[in-house]
Structures are given as structure tokens and as C-alpha cells.
């Protein structure tokens, strides 16, 4: 009764909590046995640490193409959820599923023709060197034996977006959870030869991958075919492909931009990834350390903007009145951004500690620390930018959101990184600083576009 009366909505709160608390615990789960995974690597050696780095830059991009093409779709699913329409929910699943099976074919065929020219790309700051062609072979080794897990990825995605859509997040949580024990397990028996298994290194880190991602998509495709009350789609889901030509055109001309965003987005920050090598190997050991801590840190602000557009489409989808929706909207972006205040302060103030936990040098180490530092005192605005980009993409602008997110990217971003390091000798730290900064110009972009609203819009019927 007191929260009440000092303006605490409790309702609207927990609602938030409710949708965003799985999505968190999932994320965290998955990113801390990711470190762990990391730090594996890395006790085996500098230079396999940096191939998996290398690689994992490289499957960044097809994994966020995956996510941009289903989150197309996904804007319908959380619509029709919304307004009661379970038919249209199945729809939306057969398109996703379709294209994560084009996306998957067209991923592995790059990676197997392109595989040399796309990881030499990282070692230009020490070329011809024998570190460089150990990285070099520890990549593609890596990047082989990861290509069996794509296609699993692909279809847990299709699966895991639409019961998050469609509330059901606590499932893809545990499949999550339980996948990532069991790649931090298998780690430990492969990478290191424990129990009698041989010692594979970096390709027993890449099948322990693999083997998680197939429990993942098991545990998700046998509780949703055996829960049809709570996923009526999944009922005649697959006795055909077919999918009406409306909708399916409403999509792909919302969802392609969204598509071509996060491949553009992600392909941005592989060049950027790659600017930052030509500063040397030491720097690719060193960006892996401190972008692997902070995936972690930032699974909290991640989590949120997924939790805002799905609960913006559903507001949406239920015909909500804009007033209360712009209101709500603001307390979302406002948590998420107190949130990251608080949590880029401890990263700071803990930033020379987690390099610590790797087997390399105490160069690639302060390097890491300092990286990791520049990153936490920017947190704040990533995390209004994604509550944004959430917010926008919830009603359909995918079009705004492709060029506020990817072509700011390419426009801004990318030339800045390209000039200074192939231009000047502007040191490593300087150079991630200034590349790093440029997204808070974001900002009023960001507020602009909320203020207009142009994202209020019903798109399911």
C-alpha cells in the first residue's frame, strides 16, 4: 500500500521482471560458461586463444543474421500473440524456420570456400610471422568442426524466439542452461584430455560447442511438440510450408531491413575487430579477453531491450492506449539505463581482475584491463540505444532501426576505425576510445525518434 502511494507500480514492474528475469538468467548463464570456455582456450595458449577469438568474430555475423531474420518475423508473433490469434503465431514459426535453413546452407558454404582469406584477415598486424600461422591453423581447425553446430543453432532460434514471444520464456532458459553445462563439461573433458579422452584443444572446444547446441534444440522441440495447450502454433506446424502470400510479403518487407541490419551491423563490428588487429596479435588476444568479460556484463541491458519489444509488441498487438505505452516505454529505457550505471561502475572498478584469470602475458593483460574500463563508461548508452532499437523495431520501423543501428555503423563507425588505423599511429586504447564514443551521438537520434512516435502501430489483425 505505500509503494503505491509513493508512485511504485508494482504490476507494471513485476510484468517487466517477469519477462526480462529468464531472458537474464539464460544470458548470464550462457556468457559466464562462455568466460569459462574462453578461459580454457586460453590456458591451452595465446595463440589458439586468439584463432577460437578469431573464428567466433567470424560466426558472430551468420549468428546475427539468424537472429535479424527471425526477429522480422518475430514482430508478427508477438502481435498476433497478443490479439489471440494462434494461427497467424504458426505462420510466423514456418517462415523462420525457413529462412534459418536458407541462412544455414548460405553460412556454411562461405565459411567452407572462404575459410584462410577470412581469418588472415585478423592477421595483418603480424604478417608471415609463426604466431600468425599457428593462429592461422588453430582457426580453421576451430571453424571445421564448428560448422556442424549451425544448423542446430539456426532451427533452437526459430524455436526459442516464438515461445519467448509468445511467453513462454522459461523454457528456452533452461534449454540454454542446460546446453551451456553441458559444453562447460564437455570442455573440460575434451579441450584437456580428462577421463580418459584425448586432448583435442581448440576442436574438442568446438565439439563440446556443437554437442550443447543439439541438446539445446532437443530439449526445445520435445516440450513444445509435447505441450500443445501451451504452444497451440506447434499444432500442424509442419504439415506444410505454406505461409499467405499477404503476410509473408509484410515480413520480408518489415523483416529484410532487420535481416540486412544485423549483417550489416555485425559485419561492422568485424571490421572494426579487424582495424583494432592491425595493431598486432597482441591486441586480438587482448580484445578477446575484454570482449568476452563483457558479454558478460552486458546481458543485463541486452536482456532488457529484448524484454521491451516483446512487451511493446504485445502492448501493441492488445491495443493498448499509446499514452500509457509511451509512459511504459520510458520506465523500461529508465531501468535499464539505472541498471548500467551501477553495473559499468563495478566492471571498473573489478577491470583488473578478470584478465588475471588467463594464461597469457602481462601485456595482454593490462591491455585487456584498460579495454574493458572504456567499455564499462559506455555502457549506459549502449544500453539506451538497444532499449531503442527494441522499442522501434516493436512497430514494425525496421526501416529507422536499420539506418539508426547498421548504417551509423557503416557511415560513422567503420570509416573513423578504417582512417585512423591505416592512417595514423594513434595507440590501441585511444583508437578503441574514439570508435567507442561515436555511439553516443546515438543518443539524440534515439530520443527523436521515440518522441515522434511512429512506432505506435498495430501491425497484427
Known sequence: MRLQKKGFDWPFYRRLLMVALPIIVQNGI??????????????????????????????????LCVFGATSGAGIFTAQFHG???????????????????????AGVTIFLVGAEPLIGLYLEGDPGSEAAAQTLSCGREYLFMSLVGL?????????????????????????????????????????FGNFGAPAMGVVGAALAT?????????????????????????????RSFRIPGALAKQIIVKGMPLLANEFFWSTGVAFL???????????????????????????????????????????????????????????????????????????????????????????????????ICISSAMMPAFSYNNAMYFTLRSGGQTFITFLFDSGFSWAVSVPLAFVLSRFTEMPILWLYACCSAVDALKIGLGAYFLKKGTWIRRLAD
Open 210 to 238: 556443437v554437442i550443447s547446441r543439439y541438446v539445446e534444440l532437443a530439449i526445445m522441440v520435445v516440450w513444445t511438440h509435447t505441450h500443445e495447450r501451451e504452444c497451440p502454433f506447434i499444432r500442424g506446424a509442419y
Open 273 to 371: 575487430s579487424q582495424c583494432y588487429s592491425t595493431r598486432g596479435l597482441v591486441v586480438v588476444a587482448a580484445l578477446n579477453i575484454a570482449n568476452t568479460i563483457n558479454q558478460v556484463s552486458n546481458v543485463v541491458f541486452l536482456s532488457l531491450g529484448n524484454a521491451v519489444g516483446i512487451l511493446m509488441g504485445q502492448m501493441l498487438g492488445a491495443g493498448v492506449p499509446e499514452q500509457q505505452i509511451r509512459r511504459d516505454n520510458r520506465r523500461m529505457i529508465g531501468v535499464s539505463v539505472g541498471v548500467c550505471f551501477v553495473i559499468g561502475g563495478v566492471m571498473i572498478a573489478l577491470s583488473g581482475l578478470f584478465p588475471r584469470m588467463y594464461n597469457t602475458t602481462d601485456e595482454v593483460r593490462a591491455m585487456a584491463a584498460a579495454l
Open 151 to 191: 544448423p542446430p543453432f539456426a532451427l533452437s532460434n526459430a524455436y526459442s524466439s516464438t515461445l519467448r514471444e509468445t511467453g513462454q520464456t522459461d523454457v528456452p532458459m533452461k534449454a540454454g542452461i542446460t546446453a551451456v553445462f553441458v559444453n562447460l563439461v564437455l570442455n573440460y573433458v575434451l579441450i
Open 30 to 63: 550462457t556468457n559466464v560458461v562462455q568466460l569459462l570456455d574462453n578461459v580454457m582456450v586460453g590456458q591451452v595458449g595465446t595463440v589458439q586463444m586468439s584463432g577460437v577469438a578469431i573464428v567466433n568474430q567470424l560466426i558472430f555475423v551468420f549468428s
Open 83 to 105: 490479439s489471440g490469434n494462434p494461427e497467424g503465431v504458426r505462420d510466423t514459426f514456418r517462415f523462420k524456420l525457413l529462412v534459418a535453413a536458407l541462412l544455414t546452407a
